[in-house]
């Protein structure tokens, strides 16, 4: 794994912390000092390697970066906004929860690629916290291939597989 930092910093505007830059920044420690504004993930990675690592009720917004969650963490954010092709990384045991998100505008023909094994891992947001149009965005690779996603009962996602009964936890 490459650890160079990028940059995480504050906007000028003052709307938010941002991500950019290629490479992996790897947080260990909850950011609690960065208040309820807003993360951008635009370039790189941003992994989160302990559980609650953004305060909770931070929006999460992915404008063409990599948003990681560490194995056996816990991580519960506000909505999620997805500007640009971007991906979600879920190691093992690994479960981010997002609020109702169906608010949130996504960009039109934009991609969110869910990486990580979903019987070990978890990505919920919330009953209903999507539109039909916002799961239509969102692929789960799987065994190397890019598989459509349901919405289940308490909002989590879960990777369609043609001809298979879902479970969900």
């Not at 930092?5 to 003052?14: P, T």
């Not at 991580?75 to 997805?82: G, I, M, R, S, Y």
């Amino acid at each position: 794994v490459d650890f160079t930092v990028g940059l995480l910093r504050r906007n000028n505007s003052g709307d938010g912390w941002r991500k950019t830059g290629a490479g992996t920044m790897l947080l260990t420690k909850p950011l609690n000092y960065m208040g309820l504004l807003p993360v951008s993930v635009e370039e790189g990675c941003l992994l989160l390697g302990t559980s609650n690592c953004l305060t909770n009720g931070v929006g999460v917004s992915l404008a063409g970066g990599t948003l990681g969650f560490a194995a056996n963490t816990v991580n519960t954010n506000a909505e999620l906004t997805v500007t640009a092709n971007s991906t979600l990384v879920l190691a093992d045991g690994a479960t981010a929860v997002f609020g109702d998100s169906s608010a949130q505008e996504w960009t039109p023909g934009t991609r969110l690629t869910v990486t990580g094994d979903p019987t070990t891992s978890r990505l919920s947001f919330g009953a209903n916290g999507l539109t039909a149009a916002q799961l239509k965005q969102i692929r789960w690779s799987v065994g190397g291939k890019s598989r459509r996603v349901a919405l289940g009962d308490e909002g989590e996602i879960v990777p369609y597989v043609p001809g298979a009964v879902l479970i969900l936890r």
